[in-house]
């Protein structure tokens, strides 16, 4: 019973395929005794059906070009391997840098958390002269984005300048004219161990030391060494011993005690240089630069972040101040405090020299901009494992380097 329809459908298929077979071989009949055919397949007929391969463009060729490519990159393999590696780095930044903000987005917001009851508490320690402009913009900084902000007054100078000139009523300021070192980081330490109420029914609480910093100074006397004043070397040594005397009054303690950051924003492309007609720079910031090495060394074993960060050329301003009618100006004001022996001696090639190095030591005109010293500086705050040095700044990096491996005889034909 089953049989009967299968071999019933089978036979209609083999009927449909037979009647199929018939009307094309009647239909290539039909067409092959037609004229058209006989002018389509004539061998004198320039027409032909049979397809021509397609002429291959003279311009361009698909294989060529890629032998051509591979070819190229072979030959030139290390810039073509640079270029590589320039952009997997580039693209490698971009993707951590996207997701780092969508994961920690109070990082790139840069402002300081505060407690639920709105009252700050993380605290820095700002050590340099208000009278240095960098000093006061990065305290100003600071203050803005929610620090409690203590700043040094280091002598009388400072004394009279915060009196005069005040940065802002937010800042607290620790005299160090008044009362002894020692009895100031004491004050200071007393004072964070204290409990804070910001407001009537407030849960107290305590200040965090976050970091000390240690502000730098751009400024400094220049000219021949036999030139300086013993007063000159005096005032360096006093501001050198003063930072000696902080670290053996119990501030390494305090920062032990509070788990504190310690960076050294230290200027050094002059003093990586050494420079000529900038001994007291050059001597100051060293100096300063090997204290903390050796600090960085000591403080490891209790997991104590101290950082240098090595200052290049950062823009503090709009003004030009590498301006050829500035440079001459601080020129003629110098040379014009010296003696004839001293003009005769040295005011020709101090001219040159000072003109050579101002494009390296500039704080205006084609610096950093000083907003990335700020950010750079909230992120060492807040940093749980910082490198012991880093940069910021043009030619921070690059002068740092260089006087590493070049002979100082090279450095000197550069002024010479």
């Known amino acids: ?33 037609t004229e058209i055919y006989e002018k389509l397949f004539d061998s004198k007929n320039p027409i032909s059906i049979v397809s021509q391969p397609p002429k291959r463009n003279s311009a361009f060729s698909l294989p060529s070009f890629f032998n051509k490519l591979v070819n190229n990159v072979n030959k030139h393999k290390t810039i073509y391997g640079s270029l590589f590696a320039i952009g997997i780095g580039y693209t490698s930044y971009k993707i951590y840098n996207h997701f780092n903000k969508v994961n920690h987005p109070e990082k790139f917001k840069r402002r300081v958390p505060k407690l639920a009851n709105g009252a700050r508490r993380d605290t820095v320690l700002v050590i ?66 204290t409990p804070v109420i910001p407001f009537h029914n407030a849960e107290p609480h305590y200040l965090q030391l976050k970091s000390v910093i240690f502000a730098p100074s751009l400024y400094f006397p220049i ?29 390494i303690q305090l920062i032990r005690t509070q788990n504190s950051n310690l960076l050294l924003i230290n200027p050094t492309n002059i003093s990586s240089l050494s420079v000529p007609y900038h001994a007291p720079e050059t001597i100051f910031q060293n100096q300063l630069s090997h204290l903390f090495t050796t600090l960085t060394y000591e403080l490891k074993q209790f997991n104590i972040n101290v950082t240098q960060l090595k200052l290049g050329n950062i ?13 001459e100006s601080i020129i003629n004001t110098e ?82």
């Open 1 to 33: 019973m089953v049989a009967e329809p299968v071999q019933a459908t089978v036979q209609t298929l083999n009927k449909l395929l037979y009647q199929t077979n018939e009307f094309i071989n009647t239909q290539q009949e039909k067409i092959q005794n």
């Open 128 to 193: 340099g002269s208000p009278t240095e402009p960098i000093t006061r913009l990065i305290t100003l900084d600071l203050e803005k984005r929610g620090f409690i902000v203590y700043l040094t007054i280091l002598d009388t100078t400072d004394l009279k300048y915060v009196e005069s000139n005040k940065i802002s009523e937010e800042i607290n300021y620790i005299d160090f004219t008044k009362y002894s070192i020692e009895d100031n980081i004491s004050h200071f330490n007393q004072l964070l161990k």
């Open 223 to 251: 000219g021949p060494i036999e030139n300086i004043g013993v007063n000159t070397w005096q005032k360096l040594n006093d501001r050198l011993l003063t930072y000696f005397k902080l670290f053996s009054s119990g501030l």
């Open 315 to 327: 823009n503090l301003t709009n003004q030009k101040l590498n301006s050829n009618s500035r440079i």
């Open 335 to 416: 040379v014009r405090s010296w003696t004839s022996e001293m003009k005769q001696l040295y005011s020709t090639s101090f001219s040159k020299d000072l003109y050579k190095s101002n494009s390296i030591k500039s704080s205006g005109g084609k610096g950093t901009s000083v907003k990335e010293l700020y950010h750079l500086i909230f992120d060492l705050i807040y940093g749980n494992n910082n490198s012991n040095v880093v940069y910021c700044g043009k030619g921070a990096r690059f002068y740092n380097f260089i006087t590493s491996f070049l002979p100082i005889s090279w450095i000197g034909w550069y002024f010479y």
